[in-house]
């Protein structure tokens, strides 16, 4: 997916703009405060309808206005169709329209448009807890398995069940009726995160190689979430079932899975600096979105907040050198773009950004 235009109207510190940006490469610069980062939010906002800094919309409002208005125009190279798709967020609702009709949801959107982010967090991909690595699972299989979002729908949503019923007391059987749901759902999640996880290895090892910045291997294992021991999930939850009526909720299964991560020997998260986790987080987005592109006719967008944060010129350039190579869509942000050499850019497009007031460089 390309995104060829964007207008936007009283969006955070944004002038009312209207812009046209290249298929491959753009680079959007300023001074701190700028408005950088407000520009990739706003075409952020256009594939999954919240920010990549935030939960909550409100606070992308511009200040003393009521409303925001993104109006975006997209188009499939593979396909060769185009669409639009118009965001209008109104105090607490937003309205969602695609081609001009109304959308209720917006994973409709978000499946549609495969948006990748790298901002100053992505290094908590090593470091934070597995919710966060299983999100970044999650990114990946919803566009390249089919299935995968209503399994974890629909496993979310019974183990919601069960843990109410637990956590009220109630009767064994009235817990254990959501393990059937939970199992045929939970087992294929398991089985097809770990099929994902082994073609993804191969792509991050690839990358790694090409990219020759550091000696070390890196090595991953799925954690399945629950005791291997066990033949099958069901019967891993009736064993557990006492624990999980003392303590009120499911302590094990898929919805516990992560994902470790090795750097040679080493856990990583232990043993590796804060530019070697932000360059490895990098490793690890690319590589999916290599993945999407290579199994889907999908192409995602990649976008970077502030490419040189924690990272030295030879990593930032390796890694610019690496992205002109993908045939996908990209939007930086740099304070300073002297720094970067984009000659092995073929179609590239700059914006500067002054106060909130952003114009394209020729
Ligand atoms: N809702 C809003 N209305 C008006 N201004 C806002 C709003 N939200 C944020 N701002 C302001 O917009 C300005 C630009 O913020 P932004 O995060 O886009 O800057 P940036 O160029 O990415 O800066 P940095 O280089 O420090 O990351 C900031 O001064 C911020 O306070
Ligand atoms: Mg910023």
Known sequence: MQLEQLKIHQFRSLETTELQF??????????????KTSLLEAIYFLGRGKSFRMQTSAPLIQQGQTSFHLHGRLSNPISKSSFSIGFHKVGAELLVKLGGERVKKLSEVAKLIPF???SSDSHKLLEDGPDVRRRFLDWGLFHVEPQYHSDSKNYIHSLKQRNAALKAKRPKKECNIWLEKMEE??????????????DLVKVINNLHETLALEEKSLGFKLLTGWNQ?????R?????????DYFHGFTGGGPHRADLLIYFGERKAKEHISRGQQKLFAILLLVSQVIQVCKQTNKTPILIIDDITAELD???VQCLLDLLADLPIQIFISAINPIELN????RDKKLFHVEQGKLKEVV
Do not use: H
Request: aromatic share 14%; proline share 6%.
């Open 342 to 345: 984009l000659s092995k850019w």
């Open 229 to 233: 021991e066990f033949p099958n999930l």
């Open 22 to 35: 290249s298929p491959c490469l753009n680079l959007v610069y300023g001074n701190n405060a700028s408005g």
């Open 235 to 243: 019967d891993y939850w009736e064993a557990q079932y006492p624990q």
């Open 116 to 118: 990748q982010v790298i």
């Open 185 to 198: 759902c939970g087992t294929r999640l398991n089985e097809t995160r770990s099929t994902y996880l082994a």
């Open 313 to 315: 010129q030879t990593r």
